[in-house]
């Protein structure tokens, strides 16, 4: 039986991880759960699962408390995140927080020897250095669930990462992919919000039409496998068919194809080397015509920034993904255009300098001034 | 260092198997070659590389011994192939023969306990049973050098064949696939000979034109993974960039792709698990636009009735193997046409009863009966 420590319960990706945990009820159990404010879905959790701890919003305390007494609560606000990723060694820590404020909680399982199984993006994109760092002295694995990272991960079963000769992603071009450049002046947020392929959340719903997803998944990509820049490819596929493909130096190159499901990500992180029967339709013959092309970066703009910043690394990414996260923010709340979340990140990066000698406190202070910074525009 | 036996050593993937030996010199050596009549290029290939042992048409025995006086010669009409196979266990057999001739050798290297690389595919089409049963007692390997199931090989790294929900394997639909059945009827041995994207060995061209190769690789795919006709499938895909794919229980779907260049599963086979680079070109997205769609069976009816007679299994598959190998030999020389030789395939399953108790005598008697009996209606 394996012991899930689920950070972001309630967002897409939580809920899928809850549908598996309950599909294998065999094999996993949810020790811990966190959410900001769901309290709602959380006590609905907590009345299918006997979970032992718990981190919200403290203003929750009182009706969790109230319903389960057994359970004990940690506030958000007081590092309740990385109390429960600093328990017990039996666990594993799934996190599918959204926001670099996964990052603390993901180097506190490694540091505590646990696996990370990681949808956290954020994660990866500013504390790539950290966690790569924490890994060379821990025994925990950091397994990804992002889709096109545990692709890669399974075209690597068997295979020595040191025979890679690239790493290719694909990007599905995001809601706006039909549109040009100049027509993406006045689209909306509710237009924005249509993905062509996959049922995501909000946020990479936005950064899946900016291409700054891809960005995000190429640093992933990046300190995930130990893979240099040069080596990582992103390419448009319209189908969201195949997610991933590792090309090997004796000419050799395998695919990872598949349903837009997340379960399957989430499954195969969770289950370890040994497959889970897990039925889901796929049939090679019936796909018709899948499509690839390269980026077109005039037409993506941010996806030359982010990679150019990407390469730089240090603090200019954290930066980025601060800008960013904000700017989706101010464009999902109706506050700038659709345009202007790629003007506020490059006004971001002009203030600030980089610095390329990183610690978590440096990275969690730059973040909340970079998001102040951005926030003060409108 | 691994000493090569290399059967077939004059043909398509012969040759290309040399190429492969004289790039990794370091790594292998060739240590026996075959061939029937070609004298020029075997005294070539004495010329550069210290073979040990030839098997030829005993009319050349003179003239190979004559040049190479410590060379061994063994005459293929007095068993040379099993003579080749049947020695030293240091070596592996590489299996590059054309035709039902290559069972007994690979059965013999089998016995003994060799690894072999197998291209021959009719080892497996008439012989399957055999093979398979001799696997049991043997530690050798077989893998195979055929695109396709060296593809599927290469998608099971690190996976366990009895988590595989599918094996699928493509087909190019050949050199007339863009005709209707109905223009069949008058195309030339040239235009047969025209494969759109492989360039192969005459009898596999046309085969491929006929769908018969595919139900042929089925069938190697049934015996090489142990795996049930079911769990096999065939899928028409125009450009022959993806070879084939493997479903597993999970939901995860790998696949394996490259350019139309036989030395990549060739060397896939000779190196082992350890991968040797071998620069090759392969740009995901540069690829354009992959078609996929099921097999028109009407249109390739050969196909239906193929898998049909695989499913029976025993003296009927070498009964279609035979017939079909005299059959594309009358169309190559001109005495049939196209669509004669599935005519030709028909006759002779309706004139043979089937038998499942195949002994390797049987085998050969009942195919030098087949070819016979199909060679007399011209």
Redesign the interface.
């Known amino acids: 039986m394996k012991k899930i420590q689920l950070l972001g319960a309630t967002g897409s990706i939580g809920k899928q991880a809850l549908e598996i945990i309950e599909e294998f009820r065999e094999q996993f159990s949810l020790q811990a759960v966190s959410a900001r404010n769901s309290v709602k879905t959380v006590l609905e959790i907590l009345s299918r699962h006997e979970v032992e701890m718990v981190s919200m919003a403290k203003k929750h305390e009182e009706t969790i408390k109230r319903a389960y007494p057994e359970v004990a609560f940690y506030a958000l606000e007081e590092d309740g995140l990385e109390t429960i990723a600093n328990t017990e060694n039996d666990t594993v820590l799934l996190n599918a927080l959204v926001g670099s404020v996964g990052l603390p909680p993901t180097l506190r399982a490694i540091e505590r020897g646990k696996d990370v199984l990681l949808a956290n993006k954020e994660t990866l994109v500013v504390g790539g250095p950290l966690i790569r760092e924490a890994l060379e002295t821990s025994n925990s694995s950091l397994i990804p669930i992002d889709s096109e990272h545990a692709a890669l991960r ?2 690597l ?4 990462i040191d ?1 890679v000769e690239r790493l ?1 992603i ?1 990007a599905s071009g995001g809601s706006f992919r039909n549109l040009a450049k100049k027509d993406l002046e006045n689209v909306t947020q509710e237009d924005a919000l249509k993905h062509p392929n996959w049922s995501m959340g909000a946020k990479i719903t936005i950064d899946s039409a900016t291409m700054m997803n891809k960005v995000f998944e190429i640093i992933e990509a990046h300190y995930l496998f130990d893979m240099p820049y040069e080596k990582i ?1 992103a ?2 596929h319209k189908e969201s068919v ?1 997610h991933g ?1 590792v ?13 837009s ?1 997340m ?2 990500p989430i ?2 992180a969770m ?1 370890g080397s ?7 339709l ?1 049939d ?12 077109d970066t005039e037409r993506y703009s941010l996806f030359d920034l982010g990679l150019a910043v990407a390469k730089q690394g240090g603090l200019h990414v954290v930066t980025l993904n601060a800008a960013n996260e904000v700017a989706v923010q101010l464009f999902l709340e109706e506050k700038i255009s659709f345009l202007e979340i790629e003007s506020l990140i490059k006004k971001a990066l002009n203030h600030y300098t980089n610095d390329n000698h990183l610690t978590l406190e440096k990275i969690l202070e730059h973040d909340r001034n970079v998001r102040a910074y951005v926030r003060n525009f409108v």
Not at 157 to 160: F, M, P, Q, Y
Not at 247 to 259: E, I, M, T, Y
């Open positions: 399974e075209c079963r068997g295979s020595d025979d290719v694909t490819e390419v448009l195949l493909l090309q090997f130096n004796d000419g050799n190159v395998l695919a990872h194809l598949g349903p499901d379960r399957i499954l195969s289950q040994k497959r889970m029967p897990f039925p889901t796929f090679l013959a019936t796909l018709g015509t899948l499509h690839f092309e390269p980026i």
